[in-house]
Protein backbone atom coordinates (compact mmCIF):
# COMPACT_ATOMS: atom_id res chain seq x y z
CA UNK A 1 0.00 0.00 0.00
CA UNK A 2 1.65 3.37 -0.96
CA UNK A 3 -0.19 6.48 1.03
CA UNK A 4 0.03 10.39 0.10
CA UNK A 5 -0.63 13.67 2.03
CA UNK A 6 0.27 17.10 1.72
CA UNK A 7 0.57 19.89 3.92
CA UNK A 8 2.21 23.80 4.66
CA UNK A 9 3.83 21.81 8.23
CA UNK A 10 4.78 25.50 8.77
CA UNK A 11 4.88 25.17 12.75
CA UNK A 12 4.08 21.32 13.83
CA UNK A 13 1.49 20.78 16.30
CA UNK A 14 -1.00 18.43 17.62
CA UNK A 15 -3.21 18.57 14.18
CA UNK A 16 -0.37 17.72 12.21
CA UNK A 17 0.99 15.16 14.03
CA UNK A 18 -2.58 13.56 14.20
CA UNK A 19 -2.91 13.95 10.43
CA UNK A 20 1.22 11.70 10.22
CA UNK A 21 -0.08 9.74 12.84
CA UNK A 22 -3.26 8.25 11.20
CA UNK A 23 -0.91 7.88 7.26
CA UNK A 24 1.58 5.86 8.96
CA UNK A 25 -0.97 3.68 11.24
CA UNK A 26 -1.80 2.13 7.62
CA UNK A 27 2.02 0.64 7.62
CA UNK A 28 2.31 1.40 4.19
CA UNK A 29 5.28 0.40 2.14
CA UNK A 30 5.92 4.28 1.56
CA UNK A 31 4.27 7.16 2.71
CA UNK A 32 4.41 10.33 -0.21
CA UNK A 33 4.58 13.22 1.92
CA UNK A 34 3.78 16.43 -0.88
CA UNK A 35 4.93 19.53 1.20
CA UNK A 36 4.17 23.10 0.03
CA UNK A 37 6.77 25.22 -1.60
CA UNK A 38 7.20 28.79 -0.11
CA UNK A 39 5.67 30.36 -3.74
CA UNK A 40 2.38 28.29 -3.19
CA UNK A 41 2.18 28.64 0.60
CA UNK A 42 2.67 32.39 0.52
CA UNK A 43 -0.83 32.34 -1.67
CA UNK A 44 -2.88 31.95 1.71
CA UNK A 45 -0.48 32.86 4.33
CA UNK A 46 1.80 35.95 4.60
CA UNK A 47 4.21 34.53 7.33
CA UNK A 48 5.61 30.88 7.61
CA UNK A 49 9.23 29.02 8.09
CA UNK A 50 11.38 28.46 5.00
CA UNK A 51 10.69 25.50 2.99
CA UNK A 52 13.98 23.95 3.91
CA UNK A 53 13.29 24.43 7.78
CA UNK A 54 9.86 23.27 7.49
CA UNK A 55 11.42 20.12 5.87
CA UNK A 56 13.94 19.38 8.82
CA UNK A 57 11.46 19.93 11.18
CA UNK A 58 9.46 17.61 9.84
CA UNK A 59 11.76 15.08 8.90
CA UNK A 60 13.57 15.22 12.74
CA UNK A 61 9.77 14.54 13.76
CA UNK A 62 9.10 11.68 11.65
CA UNK A 63 12.61 9.94 12.06
CA UNK A 64 12.57 10.73 16.17
CA UNK A 65 8.99 8.35 16.29
CA UNK A 66 11.16 5.47 14.25
CA UNK A 67 8.80 6.40 11.20
CA UNK A 68 11.53 5.47 7.83
CA UNK A 69 9.45 5.07 5.05
CA UNK A 70 8.79 8.43 3.37
CA UNK A 71 9.72 10.39 0.88
CA UNK A 72 8.83 14.28 1.31
CA UNK A 73 8.77 15.98 -2.01
CA UNK A 74 7.92 19.78 -2.82
CA UNK A 75 4.85 20.80 -4.58
CA UNK A 76 3.24 23.68 -5.87
CA UNK A 77 -0.40 23.11 -6.72
CA UNK A 78 -3.39 22.02 -4.60
CA UNK A 79 -2.35 17.84 -5.75
CA UNK A 80 1.28 17.34 -6.64
CA UNK A 81 2.13 14.35 -8.05
CA UNK A 82 -0.74 12.71 -6.89
CA UNK A 83 -2.89 13.11 -9.74
CA UNK A 84 -0.39 11.61 -12.23
CA UNK A 85 1.21 8.65 -10.23
CA UNK A 86 -0.61 5.57 -10.77
CA UNK A 87 0.48 3.11 -8.19
CA UNK A 88 -0.62 5.56 -5.00
CA UNK A 89 -3.28 3.66 -2.94
CA UNK A 90 -4.87 6.23 0.05
CA UNK A 91 -5.18 10.05 0.34
CA UNK A 92 -4.57 11.10 3.90
CA UNK A 93 -6.12 14.45 4.34
CA UNK A 94 -7.90 16.54 7.38
CA UNK A 95 -11.88 16.41 7.72
CA UNK A 96 -11.62 20.04 6.55
CA UNK A 97 -9.87 19.44 3.60
CA UNK A 98 -11.82 15.80 2.47
CA UNK A 99 -13.02 18.12 -0.16
CA UNK A 100 -9.87 17.73 -1.95
CA UNK A 101 -9.88 14.14 -2.21
CA UNK A 102 -12.84 14.27 -4.53
CA UNK A 103 -11.47 17.03 -6.71
CA UNK A 104 -8.31 15.12 -6.90
CA UNK A 105 -10.27 11.41 -7.44
CA UNK A 106 -11.77 13.69 -10.44
CA UNK A 107 -8.51 15.16 -11.92
CA UNK A 108 -7.20 11.09 -11.27
CA UNK A 109 -10.55 9.97 -13.58
CA UNK A 110 -10.43 12.42 -16.06
CA UNK A 111 -6.21 11.08 -17.23
CA UNK A 112 -8.09 7.38 -16.34
CA UNK A 113 -5.94 6.54 -13.21
CA UNK A 114 -8.29 4.41 -10.51
CA UNK A 115 -9.20 6.56 -7.94
CA UNK A 116 -7.46 6.68 -4.37
CA UNK A 117 -9.33 5.57 -0.88
CA UNK A 118 -9.76 8.94 0.86
CA UNK A 119 -8.88 9.02 4.61
CA UNK A 120 -10.39 12.04 6.42
CA UNK A 121 -8.83 12.77 9.60
CA UNK A 122 -10.74 14.28 12.62
CA UNK A 123 -9.60 17.85 13.05
CA UNK A 124 -7.69 18.53 16.92
CA UNK A 125 -9.77 20.90 18.54
CA UNK A 126 -8.00 23.99 20.81
CA UNK A 127 -9.53 25.14 24.08
CA UNK A 128 -11.45 27.22 22.13
CA UNK A 129 -13.67 24.83 20.13
CA UNK A 130 -11.50 26.27 16.70
CA UNK A 131 -8.97 23.80 15.24
CA UNK A 132 -5.10 24.18 15.57
CA UNK A 133 -3.61 26.15 12.92
CA UNK A 134 0.18 27.15 12.17
CA UNK A 135 -1.12 30.58 12.12
CA UNK A 136 -2.91 30.87 15.21
CA UNK A 137 -0.15 29.78 16.92
CA UNK A 138 2.40 32.49 15.31
CA UNK A 139 -0.50 34.87 16.18
CA UNK A 140 0.55 33.70 19.93
CA UNK A 141 -3.41 32.83 20.77
CA UNK A 142 -2.88 29.29 21.03
CA UNK A 143 0.15 26.73 21.94
CA UNK A 144 1.09 23.88 19.40
CA UNK A 145 -1.12 21.80 21.90
CA UNK A 146 -3.90 23.78 21.32
CA UNK A 147 -3.97 25.84 25.11
CA UNK A 148 -4.96 28.97 24.75
CA UNK A 149 -2.09 31.68 25.53
CA UNK A 150 -4.56 35.03 25.43
CA UNK A 151 -7.98 35.61 27.25
CA UNK A 152 -10.75 33.41 25.78
CA UNK A 153 -13.66 35.79 25.94
CA UNK A 154 -17.22 34.56 26.80
CA UNK A 155 -20.67 36.27 26.72
CA UNK A 156 -23.57 34.42 28.34
CA UNK A 157 -27.46 35.26 27.03
CA UNK A 158 -28.38 37.21 29.96
CA UNK A 159 -28.40 39.77 32.69
CA UNK A 160 -29.12 37.45 35.49
CA UNK A 161 -26.34 37.71 37.78
CA UNK A 162 -26.50 34.03 39.08
CA UNK A 163 -25.95 32.84 35.65
CA UNK A 164 -23.00 35.05 34.76
CA UNK A 165 -21.13 34.48 38.21
CA UNK A 166 -21.77 30.67 37.68
CA UNK A 167 -20.44 30.72 34.22
CA UNK A 168 -17.21 32.70 35.15
CA UNK A 169 -16.57 30.62 38.61
CA UNK A 170 -16.40 27.18 35.92
CA UNK A 171 -14.55 29.04 33.11
CA UNK A 172 -12.31 30.16 35.40
CA UNK A 173 -11.96 26.51 36.74
CA UNK A 174 -11.02 25.62 33.38
CA UNK A 175 -9.60 28.37 31.73
CA UNK A 176 -6.01 30.26 32.35
CA UNK A 177 -7.21 33.61 31.83
CA UNK A 178 -11.18 34.41 30.55
CA UNK A 179 -13.03 37.31 30.47
CA UNK A 180 -17.05 36.80 30.92
CA UNK A 181 -19.97 39.55 30.42
CA UNK A 182 -23.75 38.79 30.40
CA UNK A 183 -25.71 40.50 27.26
CA UNK A 184 -29.62 40.35 27.28
CA UNK A 185 -30.97 38.17 23.94
CA UNK A 186 -34.19 36.51 23.51
CA UNK A 187 -34.68 32.91 23.86
CA UNK A 188 -37.51 32.27 21.31
CA UNK A 189 -39.75 29.93 24.01
CA UNK A 190 -42.10 30.55 25.95
CA UNK A 191 -41.47 32.22 29.47
CA UNK A 192 -42.03 28.58 31.27
CA UNK A 193 -40.35 26.31 29.02
CA UNK A 194 -41.93 22.56 29.37
CA UNK A 195 -40.09 19.72 28.21
CA UNK A 196 -37.31 20.29 25.69
CA UNK A 197 -38.18 24.04 25.24
CA UNK A 198 -35.36 24.67 27.78
CA UNK A 199 -33.34 22.99 25.62
CA UNK A 200 -33.63 24.72 22.44
CA UNK A 201 -34.17 28.15 24.56
CA UNK A 202 -30.23 27.78 26.01
CA UNK A 203 -29.17 27.03 22.40
CA UNK A 204 -30.91 30.21 21.36
CA UNK A 205 -29.29 32.03 24.06
CA UNK A 206 -25.79 30.63 23.30
CA UNK A 207 -26.01 31.27 19.72
CA UNK A 208 -27.50 35.02 20.17
CA UNK A 209 -24.87 35.78 22.65
CA UNK A 210 -21.82 34.44 20.96
CA UNK A 211 -21.25 38.13 18.59
CA UNK A 212 -17.57 38.63 18.86
CA UNK A 213 -16.52 36.45 21.82
CA UNK A 214 -14.94 32.88 21.70
CA UNK A 215 -17.73 31.36 23.31
CA UNK A 216 -21.78 32.00 23.38
CA UNK A 217 -23.03 30.63 26.35
CA UNK A 218 -27.09 30.01 27.39
CA UNK A 219 -28.81 28.60 30.46
CA UNK A 220 -32.57 27.67 30.67
CA UNK A 221 -34.58 26.36 33.07
CA UNK A 222 -37.60 24.27 32.43
CA UNK A 223 -40.29 21.96 33.45
CA UNK A 224 -39.54 18.17 32.21
CA UNK A 225 -42.23 15.78 32.68
CA UNK A 226 -41.21 12.39 34.00
CA UNK A 227 -43.14 9.22 33.95
CA UNK A 228 -41.41 7.52 36.88
CA UNK A 229 -42.60 9.95 39.06
CA UNK A 230 -45.38 11.08 37.68
CA UNK A 231 -44.52 14.33 37.90
CA UNK A 232 -42.69 17.83 36.50
CA UNK A 233 -38.50 17.96 37.47
CA UNK A 234 -36.94 21.13 37.53
CA UNK A 235 -33.95 20.83 34.57
CA UNK A 236 -31.47 23.83 34.10
CA UNK A 237 -29.80 23.08 30.41
CA UNK A 238 -26.70 24.99 29.74
CA UNK A 239 -25.79 25.39 26.32
CA UNK A 240 -22.04 26.69 24.87
CA UNK A 241 -20.88 27.82 20.75
CA UNK A 242 -17.89 28.47 19.38
CA UNK A 243 -17.25 30.56 16.59
CA UNK A 244 -16.91 27.27 14.61
CA UNK A 245 -20.64 26.99 15.08
CA UNK A 246 -20.10 23.50 17.72
CA UNK A 247 -22.45 23.16 20.57
CA UNK A 248 -21.86 21.38 23.40
CA UNK A 249 -25.22 20.86 25.76
CA UNK A 250 -25.41 19.70 29.15
CA UNK A 251 -27.80 20.10 32.36
CA UNK A 252 -27.34 19.87 36.07
CA UNK A 253 -29.72 18.14 38.93
CA UNK A 254 -33.24 17.66 38.31
CA UNK A 255 -36.13 18.03 41.19
CA UNK A 256 -39.43 17.96 41.99
CA UNK A 257 -41.83 21.02 43.09
CA UNK A 258 -44.30 21.31 45.50
CA UNK A 259 -47.97 20.54 43.67
CA UNK A 260 -49.05 24.29 44.99
CA UNK A 261 -46.42 25.51 42.57
CA UNK A 262 -47.45 22.99 39.40
CA UNK A 263 -50.80 23.91 39.93
CA UNK A 264 -50.29 27.80 39.88
CA UNK A 265 -48.06 27.16 36.55
CA UNK A 266 -50.49 25.04 35.15
CA UNK A 267 -52.88 27.99 35.62
CA UNK A 268 -50.36 30.40 33.57
CA UNK A 269 -47.69 31.72 36.26
CA UNK A 270 -44.12 30.94 35.94
CA UNK A 271 -42.20 28.74 38.26
CA UNK A 272 -40.53 31.86 39.79
CA UNK A 273 -44.00 33.80 40.10
CA UNK A 274 -45.36 30.62 41.84
CA UNK A 275 -42.03 30.30 44.13
CA UNK A 276 -42.49 34.12 45.24
CA UNK A 277 -46.40 33.66 46.28
CA UNK A 278 -45.23 30.04 47.91
CA UNK A 279 -42.18 32.08 49.68
CA UNK A 280 -43.26 35.70 49.65
CA UNK A 281 -39.86 35.75 48.65
CA UNK A 282 -39.31 38.14 45.76
CA UNK A 283 -37.33 37.52 42.79
CA UNK A 284 -36.38 34.52 44.11
CA UNK A 285 -34.20 33.25 41.03
CA UNK A 286 -31.71 35.94 41.20
CA UNK A 287 -31.04 35.06 44.72
CA UNK A 288 -30.41 31.50 46.17
CA UNK A 289 -33.41 30.09 43.99
CA UNK A 290 -35.96 28.07 44.87
CA UNK A 291 -33.53 24.97 45.27
CA UNK A 292 -32.20 27.35 47.98
CA UNK A 293 -35.51 27.57 49.39
CA UNK A 294 -36.16 23.90 48.80
CA UNK A 295 -33.18 22.48 50.17
CA UNK A 296 -33.26 24.76 53.57
CA UNK A 297 -29.95 26.61 52.03
CA UNK A 298 -27.96 23.07 51.59
CA UNK A 299 -27.60 24.04 47.85
CA UNK A 300 -27.93 27.32 46.02
CA UNK A 301 -29.19 28.39 42.47
CA UNK A 302 -24.99 29.30 42.14
CA UNK A 303 -24.28 25.74 42.49
CA UNK A 304 -27.01 24.20 40.74
CA UNK A 305 -26.47 26.36 37.73
CA UNK A 306 -22.37 25.52 38.02
CA UNK A 307 -23.25 22.26 37.43
CA UNK A 308 -25.04 22.97 34.46
CA UNK A 309 -22.24 24.55 32.76
CA UNK A 310 -19.41 22.10 33.74
CA UNK A 311 -21.85 19.35 31.86
CA UNK A 312 -21.95 21.62 28.62
CA UNK A 313 -17.74 22.07 29.08
CA UNK A 314 -17.38 17.90 29.20
CA UNK A 315 -16.81 17.76 25.62
CA UNK A 316 -14.34 20.55 25.98
CA UNK A 317 -12.52 19.36 29.02
CA UNK A 318 -11.83 16.32 27.79
CA UNK A 319 -11.83 17.21 24.09
CA UNK A 320 -9.28 14.50 22.79
CA UNK A 321 -12.69 11.55 23.41
CA UNK A 322 -14.96 13.80 21.82
CA UNK A 323 -12.91 14.53 18.63
CA UNK A 324 -15.06 13.17 16.28
Not at 14 to 20: E, N, S, T
Not at 145 to 151: I, K, M, N, Q
Not at 243 to 272: D, M, N, Q
Amino acid sequence: MRVAMGGTFDLLHDGHKALLGAAFALRATRVLIGLTTDRFARETRSELNPYPVRERNLVRYLRARGSTRFVVEPIDDAFGPADDLPDLDVLVVSAERAHVGQALNDARARKGLRPLEVRAVPMVLAEDGLSIQSRRIRAGTIDAHGRRLTPLAAHVGTDNPVKVRAVRRVLEDVFDRVRVRGVAVATGVPEQPVDQQAAVGAMNRARAALGDADLGVGIEAGLLWDASVGGYLDVQYCAIVDRAGRVTLGHGPGFEYPPAVIERVKGGKTVSEAMAELTGVREIGSKFGAIGYLTERRMDRDTLTEAAVLMAMVPRIRRDLYRA
